[in-house]
């Protein structure tokens, strides 16, 4: 039972140009998402989030997008960089429960330069 | 200086052994986590500690038992290792701002790579 989905298990971009990692969730009560980069050998950590009160929210190259309606979020890197080849982790939590935060499969990303 | 640390990061063992993975965040933080990476890679909650109080429990084998001293340590123990115990741990912690706060950013240690064999 996948409640969030990240259906591209790898994706290629080339350095400067924009990475979109797209994500999918099914569960309804789901109000905050967070996304989380991985690299080899060591923990995810945490990249950006976004409430459900709000559609969009940047910091600095990273955008997310979040459309309640379809229940999809994506994570937008411009420009992308090399330094930014890592595994990434959509995330989400319910309101019931901020402490249970339920994961994605992860999408590796290669920036190539 | 490492924020959440565990140890060890590799553990290679054979079926039936007994096994524990330490864990300590210098965070200060009152929650603690534990997750397992499956072949699959999906990362999935097992255990979620606060204040040395247990909070989550997933529906794991109670092979698995989790031990917390305070609130700065989290170890796993586990009984009877299988084959399919073989995965990645990470344990991770969190400070909400406030209860019941959303943005409950976990911070993850480098994770334990456990082989049974």
């Known amino acids: 039972d996948q409640q969030v989905k990240q259906n591209s298990p790898s994706l290629s971009v080339q350095e400067g140009r924009i990475s979109i990692l797209n994500c999918d969730y099914t569960n309804s009560m789901f109000d905050y998402f967070l996304w989380y980069k991985k690299y080899p050998a060591e923990g995810p950590t945490f990249l950006i989030s976004?409430?459900?009160?709000?559609d969009k929210n940047e910091d600095g190259r990273f955008t997310v997008f979040l459309n309640k309606s379809a229940k999809h979020l994506s994570l937008h890197i411009v420009p992308s960089q090399p330094g930014d080849s890592a595994v990434y982790f959509c995330a989400a939590s319910a309101g019931t429960s901020y402490d249970k935060v339920i994961f994605g499969p992860g999408t590796s990303l290669s920036v190539i330069p | 200086d490492t924020a959440v640390s565990q140890t060890p990061k590799y553990l290679v063992t054979q079926m039936g052994n007994d096994k524990s993975i330490k864990c300590e965040q210098n965070l200060g933080h009152d929650t603690m986590y534990w997750y397992k990476q499956d072949s699959k890679k999906f990362l999935k909650i097992m255990f979620s500690y606060n204040n040395k109080e247990l909070i989550i429990n997933e529906t794991v084998p109670n092979r698995f038992s989790p031990k917390s001293p305070d609130k700065a340590h989290l170890n796993l123990h586990i009984n009877s290792l299988e084959l399919g115990d073989s995965a990645v741990y990470f344990c991770?912690?969190?400070?909400?701002?406030?209860?019941?706060?959303?943005?409950?950013?976990?911070?993850f240690g480098a994770g334990t790579r456990l082989s049974v064999l």
């Open positions: 991770a912690s969190s400070q909400p701002l406030l209860a019941g706060d959303a943005k409950n950013i976990q911070y």
């Open positions: 976004i409430s459900s009160i709000k």
